[in-house]
């Protein structure tokens, strides 16, 4: 049996207690501390704002006009219209422009089952407008489709729309931004884009994915979802494994341009996500996104390439200017070309028509006759210089049949030799004056005979009006049009043909180039088609 505790002790240990407590809470507390906070996010490298940064406009921003050629091409058989910019002397980053405006292509022949072929537009197309328009690789979808100056035309419920931007102009360096709309009757089907940058210094490209390094994905892939998660308002601190993130952030990498502030940029689109941050419960985004890296982060991540392009910003655009319309060469095969040639000079008005020629960026084949070459030897020079072709016309004209084998090759011979002497070109194909060969004539010369499919009958002296309406309306894609620069009408209407030509969407191209730089050794021929 325990021993009784009396109450009033119960009563005294319990106050001890109570005491004791009180001591514990008051007196024996550790000190609070005034400066503690809340843990926060760590320092982050990168930044994600909200929207799709401008593009950087380095002083004096962009390029001039005369620096860049542009192209338009409309083709209604399988639906495509689009817009591009080409660099002169180098040709690495216009052969990957080509590229991608000829995947796009591919696509429509491939939805409708069409063959792309050149087209031109009808009279008063309003195809010399070539440039691009400026913020479409930015504009909504729905609003690109219903403008007629960049829309595909609708060919069997689908179309391809391609537009582009210029996103960067500094040094020698050169970034223009493609992108493709394809679309069917009900909606769009597909809206991609690819940035190409031309260094005209070294003569390379690089598209904005291959900017950077193999490893740049992998290191930027955890600090962007980082930046998503924190511009979301989430809470964790706790660093989440997302092995989505750097295979669904490559595309972005392809939007790469120099940020404005320093450093490097690119944009994720609307609708962003990955495993990572759907577990964490933040939803996709709801529109672009752009992260910025700055200089000391991105320079180390970059290729050679990309940092020529970070050390480029601020500086004026110096790239090369087109002085020439060779300096750019055509692609016939991709845009409706047609040669305009000229008989029987060169004359006193040769030097007006080649002024107006470098006006218009236009190049002619001049087919120039042996007894001139020596007086026009600085005329035939300038004709050189300035991207134009010269073929031989005979010796003074005679009618090539009527004459024996001995006198066939001496015109010929005689003219190329004074041609080549006067010009300093290859003389590599002829014109049978009147147009009058026969199988003899072509197996002497062992040239090509170029004639026409587009004859003006200049020499009759038709109004002005009437020789340009002739030009312009009965020229096809792969023409070849017959004057003559001796005759005053002719050498006044230069410009205006060219104007309408340029307004149907034709480029004027060297015979040569009408033959995709191959012209056929032998046989005569009437145009490129």
């Known amino acids: 049996m325990s021993a009784s505790v009396p109450r009033s002790a119960r009563a005294l240990a319990v106050a001890a207690v109570v005491v004791a407590a009180s001591v514990v809470a008051s007196g024996c507390a550790p000190a609070v501390d005034e400066n503690w ?27 001039l006009a005369s620096n860049v050629s542009p192209e338009r091409i ?26 991608y405006i000829r995947a796009a292509i591919a696509a429509r022949q491939d939805a409708t089952g069409a063959t792309y072929r050149p087209q031109a537009g009808d009279v008063g197309a309003g195809l010399n407008d070539r440039t691009c328009t400026p913020g479409s690789t930015t504009t909504p979808a729905a609003q690109l489709l219903v403008d007629p100056a960049v829309a595909g035309p609708v060919v069997g419920g689908g179309a391809a729309t391609v537009v582009c931007d210029v996103v960067w102009a500094a040094g020698t360096l050169f970034g223009e931004r493609l992108r493709t709309v394809m679309s069917n009757a009900d909606a769009v089907t597909a809206d991609t884009a690819e940035t190409l940058f031309g260094d005209a210094a070294v003569g390379d490209v690089a598209s904005g994915a291959q900017l950077w390094t193999p490893d740049a994905l992998g290191t930027l892939a955890a600090e962007v979802v980082d930046g998503l998660r924190r511009a979301a308002g989430s809470l964790s601190l706790a660093p989440v494994a997302d092995p989505s993130a750097a295979e669904r952030l490559a595309g972005a990498f392809a939007t ?35 992260v910025l890296v700055p200089t000391a982060v991105a320079e180390p991540l970059l290729t050679d390439f990309g940092r020529r392009l970070l050390a480029s910003v601020g500086q004026p655009y110096s790239g090369p200017s087109v002085t020439r319309p060779g300096d750019v060469p055509v692609d016939c095969s991709l845009t409706p070309c047609v040669a305009l040639t000229y008989d029987d000079g060169p004359s006193d008005l040769t ?6 020629l470098a006006t218009h960026r236009a190049s002619a084949t001049f087919f ?109 894609p792969g023409s070849i049009v017959l004057q003559h620069d001796i ?9 205006a043909i060219c104007d309408g030509l340029l307004d149907r969407g034709f480029t004027m191209a060297t015979i040569t180039e009408l033959f995709q730089g191959s012209v056929p050794k032998s046989g005569a021929w009437r145009s490129a088609r």
């Not at 906070?37 to 390029?63: K, M, Y």
């Not at 005759?487 to 410009?495: Q, Y």
């Open 368 to 476: 120039a006759m042996g007894e001139k070459a020596n007086r026009y030897a600085a005329t035939l020079q300038r004709m050189v210089a300035e991207g134009h072709l010269i073929g031989n016309h005979s010796w003074n004209h005679p009618s090539l049949t009527k004459l024996t084998d001995a006198q066939i090759a001496s015109q010929l011979r005689d003219t190329t030799a004074a041609l080549e002497a006067a010009s300093g070109q290859k003389i590599t194909m002829f014109r049978p004056p009147y147009g009058d060969y026969n199988a003899r004539v072509l197996a002497v010369a062992q040239m090509p005979a170029i004639l026409w499919d587009v004859d003006t009958e200049d020499w009759e002296g038709p109004a002005d009006d009437v020789l340009i309406e002739r030009v312009v309306t009965r020229s096809k």
């Open 37 to 63: 906070s809340p843990p926060t996010w760590p320092a982050t490298r990168l930044t994600v704002v909200e929207g799709e940064a401008a593009p950087l406009s380095a002083e004096p921003g962009q390029p």
């Open 256 to 290: 790469t341009i120099p940020a404005a502030a320093g450093g490097m940029q690119f944009t994720i689109p609307a609708g962003f996500t990955t495993d990572g941050l759907a577990a964490l419960g933040i939803p996709p985004t709801d529109a672009a996104r752009t």
């Open 351 to 356: 030097p007006s028509m080649l002024d107006a």
């Open 74 to 99: 409309r083709q209604d058989g399988v639906g495509i219209q689009a817009r591009y910019l080409l660099l002169p002397q180098v040709p690495a980053f216009n052969d990957a422009v080509r590229g």
């Open 487 to 495: 005759h005053g009408n002719t050498a006044r209407t230069v410009g």
